[in-house]
């Protein structure tokens, strides 16, 4: 079946440095999703991306699918405690079922 | 935006036992929801959709006697994991999608379970 692995599974970054995590699907994407769950918490959902090489950004959000949509990447810039948990892409081909990628954890040191 | 709540949002049970999980849309009606259960420090792992007025599609592996899935409504989804054991112990959590047409699922905010 469908499998979605992300890299690197855990992250720790000082404050103020970049962090990316990276998710690579065993099949062809009609869609990838990207939530962030905070500790405790449940997965809200930041962003989708649909077409082929698509770059989105929020604030220091920046988002990307492959040409392939086979894989795709968060980027955040300057890393803020606030940025502290697990960041999931989720895939999707071509229903509204999606499955999760296998997370990066995410710790930002002060 | 849209909101789904789960109750209980906490619950102990004994081994042998039933326990039912409710998944609400509270400000949109939802013809198809999810179920995922989550494993401490994993990922999501897609259980079921759950879909108004008919079965639900179990994923392969998920036992349909255990996980039963009922969508008697547009608002209302239940899962009731049957004569539970310690392994079925994890945090189930719904989810929903409001506006087809985006596809943003909406996460109501978790069950944790644990049979002892």
């Known amino acids: 079946g469908q499998q979605v692995m992300q890299i690197p599974q855990y992250q720790h970054v000082q404050e103020g440095e970049d962090f990316t995590t990276y998710c690579n699907s065993s099949?062809?994407?009609?869609?990838i999703q990207w939530y962030k769950q905070r500790p405790g918490g449940h997965p809200v959902f930041l962003i989708q991306?649909?077409?082929?090489?698509e770059v989105k950004k929020q604030k220091r959000l920046t988002f990307q699918f492959g040409e392939a949509k086979k894989n795709s990447s968060l980027h955040i810039t300057a890393t803020q405690t606030t940025d502290v948990g697990t960041y999931f892409c989720?895939?999707?081909?071509?229903?509204?079922?999606?499955?999760f990628g296998t997370g990066t954890r995410l710790k930002v040191l002060a | 935006g849209a909101v789904v709540s789960q109750h209980p949002s906490r619950v102990i049970c004994k081994s042998g036992t039933s326990v039912k999980i409710e998944c609400r849309s509270l400000?949109?009606?939802?013809?198809?929801m999810f179920w995922y259960r989550q494993f401490p420090k994993q990922s999501l792992m897609l259980m079921a959709t759950?879909?108004?007025?008919?079965?639900?599609?179990?994923e392969q592996g998920v036992e349909k006697d255990k996980f039963l899935i009922n969508h008697a409504s547009l608002t209302l989804s239940t899962l009731t994991v049957t004569s539970a054991h310690p392994e079925d112990s994890s945090f189930y959590i719904c989810?929903?999608?409001?506006?087809?047409?985006?596809?943003?699922?909406?996460f109501g905010e978790g069950s944790r379970l644990t049979v002892l």
């Open positions: 991306l649909v077409k082929s090489g």
């Open positions: 400000d949109f009606q939802a013809t198809t």
């Open positions: 759950s879909n108004e007025g008919s079965k639900a599609t179990y």
């Open positions: 989810s929903a999608i409001p506006q087809l047409n985006t596809g943003e699922l909406f």
């Open positions: 989720a895939g999707s081909s071509g229903t509204y079922k999606y499955i």
């Open positions: 099949t062809t994407l009609s869609n």
